[in-house]
Protein backbone atom coordinates (compact mmCIF):
# COMPACT_ATOMS: atom_id res chain seq x y z
CA UNK A 1 0.00 0.00 0.00
CA UNK A 2 1.27 3.42 -1.01
CA UNK A 3 1.48 5.89 1.51
CA UNK A 4 3.00 9.38 1.27
CA UNK A 5 3.68 11.52 5.22
CA UNK A 6 4.02 14.76 4.32
CA UNK A 7 5.84 17.05 7.78
CA UNK A 8 7.90 20.35 8.70
CA UNK A 9 4.72 23.15 7.70
CA UNK A 10 4.84 25.87 10.00
CA UNK A 11 3.46 29.27 10.91
CA UNK A 12 6.91 31.56 9.19
CA UNK A 13 7.49 34.97 8.69
CA UNK A 14 8.20 36.60 4.98
CA UNK A 15 11.16 36.27 4.14
CA UNK A 16 11.92 32.99 5.79
CA UNK A 17 12.76 29.63 4.91
CA UNK A 18 11.36 26.06 5.51
CA UNK A 19 12.14 22.31 4.74
CA UNK A 20 9.18 20.37 4.23
CA UNK A 21 9.42 16.40 4.48
CA UNK A 22 7.82 13.47 2.61
CA UNK A 23 8.21 9.65 3.93
CA UNK A 24 7.18 7.38 1.38
CA UNK A 25 6.47 3.44 1.15
CA UNK A 26 4.95 0.65 -0.31
CA UNK A 27 6.19 1.34 -3.86
CA UNK A 28 9.49 1.04 -5.40
CA UNK A 29 10.84 4.48 -4.88
CA UNK A 30 13.91 4.71 -6.61
CA UNK A 31 12.13 4.43 -9.76
CA UNK A 32 9.77 6.77 -9.63
CA UNK A 33 9.46 10.55 -9.83
CA UNK A 34 7.89 12.47 -7.30
CA UNK A 35 6.94 15.85 -7.04
CA UNK A 36 5.92 18.48 -4.80
CA UNK A 37 2.13 20.13 -5.20
CA UNK A 38 0.41 23.07 -3.56
CA UNK A 39 -2.99 24.39 -2.66
CA UNK A 40 -4.70 27.36 -1.57
CA UNK A 41 -8.06 28.80 -0.87
CA UNK A 42 -9.88 29.48 -3.60
CA UNK A 43 -6.69 28.56 -6.31
CA UNK A 44 -6.30 25.44 -8.54
CA UNK A 45 -3.77 23.33 -7.22
CA UNK A 46 -0.34 24.08 -8.40
CA UNK A 47 2.59 21.61 -9.15
CA UNK A 48 5.48 23.06 -7.05
CA UNK A 49 8.48 21.04 -7.63
CA UNK A 50 9.50 17.45 -9.47
CA UNK A 51 12.57 15.64 -8.82
CA UNK A 52 12.88 12.35 -10.84
CA UNK A 53 14.51 9.00 -10.07
CA UNK A 54 18.46 10.07 -11.05
CA UNK A 55 18.25 12.22 -7.73
CA UNK A 56 19.34 15.14 -10.15
CA UNK A 57 17.05 15.94 -12.56
CA UNK A 58 14.53 18.77 -11.29
CA UNK A 59 12.08 21.16 -12.47
CA UNK A 60 10.15 23.61 -10.79
CA UNK A 61 6.97 26.18 -11.70
CA UNK A 62 8.19 29.79 -12.13
CA UNK A 63 6.57 30.86 -9.10
CA UNK A 64 8.95 29.09 -6.70
CA UNK A 65 12.02 28.96 -8.89
CA UNK A 66 14.96 30.31 -7.84
CA UNK A 67 13.65 30.08 -3.96
CA UNK A 68 12.83 26.29 -3.66
CA UNK A 69 15.00 23.41 -3.84
CA UNK A 70 13.85 20.02 -4.39
CA UNK A 71 15.44 17.06 -3.22
CA UNK A 72 15.09 13.46 -2.81
CA UNK A 73 17.15 10.86 -0.50
CA UNK A 74 16.91 7.19 -2.26
CA UNK A 75 18.64 5.58 0.65
CA UNK A 76 15.75 6.91 3.20
CA UNK A 77 12.65 6.68 0.71
CA UNK A 78 12.35 10.50 1.35
CA UNK A 79 11.73 13.78 -0.38
CA UNK A 80 12.35 17.10 0.83
CA UNK A 81 11.33 20.53 -0.35
CA UNK A 82 13.44 23.68 1.00
CA UNK A 83 11.77 26.68 0.73
CA UNK A 84 13.35 30.04 0.76
CA UNK A 85 12.88 34.11 0.68
CA UNK A 86 8.92 33.00 1.19
CA UNK A 87 6.59 34.68 0.39
CA UNK A 88 2.69 35.83 1.76
CA UNK A 89 1.60 33.86 -1.63
CA UNK A 90 2.86 30.93 -0.77
CA UNK A 91 0.91 29.95 1.73
CA UNK A 92 -1.00 26.85 0.99
CA UNK A 93 -1.41 23.19 1.77
CA UNK A 94 1.64 21.31 0.32
CA UNK A 95 1.46 17.44 -0.43
CA UNK A 96 3.75 15.15 -1.72
CA UNK A 97 2.61 13.23 -4.70
CA UNK A 98 4.26 10.19 -6.78
CA UNK A 99 2.51 8.49 -9.92
CA UNK A 100 2.61 4.37 -11.03
CA UNK A 101 1.35 2.04 -12.92
CA UNK A 102 -1.29 1.80 -10.55
CA UNK A 103 -2.15 4.79 -9.62
CA UNK A 104 -1.83 8.41 -8.23
CA UNK A 105 -1.28 8.93 -4.74
CA UNK A 106 -1.29 11.56 -2.19
CA UNK A 107 -0.37 12.25 1.46
CA UNK A 108 -2.33 13.88 3.75
CA UNK A 109 -0.51 17.18 3.16
CA UNK A 110 1.37 19.78 5.63
CA UNK A 111 -0.03 23.73 5.84
CA UNK A 112 2.47 26.13 5.60
CA UNK A 113 1.39 29.64 6.12
CA UNK A 114 3.73 32.83 5.32
CA UNK A 115 2.45 35.88 7.56
CA UNK A 116 4.03 38.50 9.77
Known amino acids: QVQLVESGGALVQPGGSLKLSCAASGFLFNFYAMRWYRRSPGKEREGVATIYSDEATTSYSPSVEGRFHISRDNANNKIYLQMNSLKPEDTAMYYC?????????WGQGTQVTVSS
Open 97 to 105: NTADNTGNY
